[in-house]
């Protein structure tokens, strides 16, 4: 499939470490966030998400923290493994009463055993 | 058990030529997307549909056409294919905030 990869940060990890993936948004009124992981030649999938009303949301191997505050989303992923390696996406939702997505620009994710 | 699909997975065409790109999802969902997903700009979002007969733009709607006659399928058209609209298209669809993703449609304007 087509690499998205060329041109994005990149974050390199063994096997087994904690990552940490980061997002910056930009819409103050967004009350919704969702991280996506695509892997090469394929749709975008959903990992988890999180509401403004809450700081952290956990689920498995995988922690979404959310700070108003500064804009900034970050997603954990707890004992990395080769098949995590993907483009990460951070996407917001407005309130404009239709469910539209805003994707930031993506992380790669490279995992080596 | 299809969930959503896109055909075709792969087309090239000529700059000037129609081209439609099909979607089709099995969930009943009410909402439909269609993103275009370029090197450097991520994805973004070109329409979407809330229902059927319910079509809105997006960021990038220019050279695009869709339409919504039946709830399960929302096809995009570009009536006349430039160089700029080489890309990779995916479909969407949700019921809630969260969408699902067809497997994309891999277009080069020659």
């Known amino acids: 499939g087509e690499s998205v990869g060329l041109h994005l940060p990149t974050l390199s990890v063994q096997e087994g470490d904690n990552s940490i993936i980061n997002c910056a948004y930009s819409?103050?009124?967004?009350?919704?966030f969702i991280w996506y992981k695509q892997e090469s030649g394929k749709g975008p999938q959903f990992i988890i998400d999180?509401?403004?009303?809450?700081d952290k949301r956990q689920g498995q191997r995988v922690t979404v923290l959310l700070n108003k505050t500064v804009k900034h989303l970050s997603l954990q992923i707890a004992a990395t493994q080769p098949g995590d390696s993907a483009v990460y996406f951070c996407?917001?939702?407005?309130?404009?009463?239709?469910?539209?997505?805003?994707f930031g620009k993506g992380t790669m994710l490279l995992v080596s055993p | 058990d299809a969930g959503i699909t896109q055909s075709p997975r792969y087309k090239i065409t000529e700059t000037g030529r129609q081209v439609t790109l099909m979607c089709h999802q099995t969930?009943?969902?009410?909402?439909m997307f269609w993103y275009r997903q370029d090197l450097g700009h991520g994805l973004r979002l070109i329409y979407y549909s809330a229902a059927a007969d319910i079509t809105d733009k997006g960021e990038v709607p220019d050279g695009y056409v869709v339409s919504r006659s039946k709830t399960e399928n929302f096809p995009l058209t570009l009536e006349s294919a430039t160089r700029s609209q080489t890309s990779v298209y995916f479909c969407a669809s949700s019921e809630t905030n969260e969408q699902f993703f067809g497997p994309g449609t891999r277009l080069t304007v020659l």
């Open positions: 999180i509401r403004s009303n809450m």
């Open positions: 819409n103050s009124a967004s009350d919704y």
């Open positions: 996407a917001e939702i407005g309130n404009s009463g239709y469910s539209t997505l805003t």
């Open positions: 969930w009943s969902h009410s909402y």
